[in-house]
């Protein structure tokens, strides 16, 4: 590896975030998961978790190449075949499950605190959008404020839209940068690449 490639890497590994992962609920097509995850990408959301309950399961790592950019080559998944499997895991790991809802009981994105120290972002299928089971998984739901006559948007662009929210306000409370020891892992990983 040249010395130009290895510190490129270590500086987009250094501004990946700590402990945000973004659920993806049985994402139907393959072209929007790809386009979340090159949102991911950009924004330094390290690890991914695909839940398929009811949608043909297919390999993050194989999907999308032209419209993730190859985002996916250097991401972290996870893949569950229940709600339930991927939630027990969230508390287990002390996480803050947040779930974009489209209901009357959620709250406005832009008036929560989104600065949790460890935030899973569920986001749910293109046209059913989060399932009861999944939703019964979050501690919080949320909803993107619209003024439109069309109160729904593509699942990337929200996906994109409340990682950007969540990373705005965890810079502007403290960045949750990987450590160092993380930082050293994915390097590893990405060598090999």
Known sequence: ?????????????????????????????PHNAAAILRTCDAFGVQDVWFVFVIEKRYNPRRVGKSSSSSANKWLSFRVFTSNEECGKELRK????????????????MFKMKLTAKKIALWVGNEHRGLSPAAIAQCDRRLLIPMRGMVQSMNVSVTT?????????????????????SNINYILKDWAKK
């Open 1 to 29: 590896m040249t010395k130009s490639r290895e510190e490129k890497l270590r500086k987009v590994a250094q501004q990946r975030q700590a402990e945000f992962i973004v659920v993806l609920e049985d994402i139907h097509d």
């Open 93 to 108: 790991l002390k996480y803050e499950s947040i779930g974009t809802v489209l209901a009357d009981d959620t709250e406005d």
């Open 160 to 180: 994109a839209i409340c990682i950007y929210e969540i990373t705005r306000q965890r810079q502007e409370h403290g960045r949750y940068l990987l450590p160092k």
